[in-house]
């Protein structure tokens, strides 16, 4: 089965590329622009500790070279550790310090930025927590028609994600990427590598797998996984988007299972219209497990914002794909999630933002809890509303409102959670 997906795949693709080659041959001398990507996936894990700084300068050239920045939130969490019953609430402080460093560079690109997030509750201060992350990318304009793209992100973090675990435990996170792409009339070819790798810093117990009991130590792995894309420029500002990679994961200790998998997807990337911006893929996963049962399904992944009118826009997300779980007797669950958010601009500073989002997740090994035997479905609600003032001193005050709930088919995993929190961040 695995030899034919890859043939099919390679076929696919191989086809594309000579429509594309032939496409290019044609018209050989006709400028286009460069489709880059722009996704930026947001789910509800991404909310809970880290939140984009918003730099408020009007145009590139305002930007320093150097952007220091700091942000002060106070929140009240009604069910801090996330259970059904037994609620503990308490006040949070958080503050996040940091930096962005971005020269102006005539050819190339090249930044670095810092963030520290820094939480202290006030009554149950054994949860106070220091996160960090950092990010650095640089772009290297090798040719005008070729260049490369580098990007590493580092996160030392303690996370409660509220999705399916709701502990929280100390973990480190790297993820490094790299890029190759050639830019020709009519077509975008790029050759990418990814490497994520991830450190559980606990030895607490999770759910057992065959019998063997686990830690979360168990859990840590690392993946690596290689791609080609081909943006095919079929339309002015549109690109059709083909890819295929392959990846493999391995778990460090050898009591989790390991896996490879092959993605064959295709997409849109670029302005649909002229008020839309979208990058979104639809495809094929095919994903062996070693001794568990395997996956082989649809996934997918997407942002779209449509820009109505200067103060008004919309952006939908869309996910599909596997994640590792601690649940007892399964590898896996399988995730489906799509958000929505709403902004709107009351005036040039004034602006208020509303959104939803809906995410399933599915396991596929049947497991007891009481007296019920059924595979675990869990779904995941967030609804939110807030105010954003940008003041005109590169300062930006916020009040936010958030609500979330997990439904699961087994109720000793329910529980319900809502947060407010203002904020205000400056950049210096």
Known sequence: MKKLSVML??????????????????????????????YFPYTPESDNWFQPIYHPYDTPDEKPVFSPFISVRQMYDDNIFLTDDDKRDDWITTVNPGFRFEPRLKKHGFYFDYLADLNFYADYDDQNNFNH?????????????????????????????????TNRIDRTQNLGQGNLTFMFNKLDLTLGYENRY???????????????????????????????????????????LLTMDYGTIDHDTGNKNDSDYFDFLVGLRGQPTAKCVAEARIGY????????????????DGSIIENFTPRDSLRLDLKRTTNDTIYTDNVYFESTYIG???????????????????????????????DQTDNREDDFWSYGAGITYVFPKNFVAELKYQFRTRDSNFSIYDYENSRINASITGTF
Request: overall charge negative; hydrophobic content about 35%; glycine content about 8%.
């Open 198 to 240: 991830e450190d559980y810093r606990s030895d607490d117990a999770i759910g057992p797998l065959n019998g063997v009991p686990l830690t979360y130590n168990d859990l840590d792995r690392v993946e690596n996984e290689g791609a080609v894309e081909a943006a095919l420029k079929l339309w002015k500002k549109t690109a059709l």
């Open 285 to 300: 996963r095919d994903q062996d497990y070693d001794d568990f049962e395997d996956f082989s399904s649809v996934v997918f």
């Open 340 to 370: 929505a958010g709403y902004k709107h601009g009351f005036t040039e500073r004034l602006f208020g933002h509303i959104g939803m989002s809906y995410q399933l997740n599915y396991y596929p090994i049947e497991t007891t809890e009481g």
């Open 9 to 38: 795949i390679v076929a696919c693709l191989g086809t594309a590329l000579f429509f594309a080659w032939d496409v290019f041959a044609q018209e050989e001398g006709q400028e286009e622009n460069v489709f880059e990507p722009f």
């Open 133 to 165: 992350l950092a990010n650095i990318a640089g772009k290297l304009d090798i040719t005008k028609k070729a260049r490369i793209d580098l990007y590493d992100r580092f996160s030392y973090f303690s996370e409660q994600s509220g999705s399916e675990d």
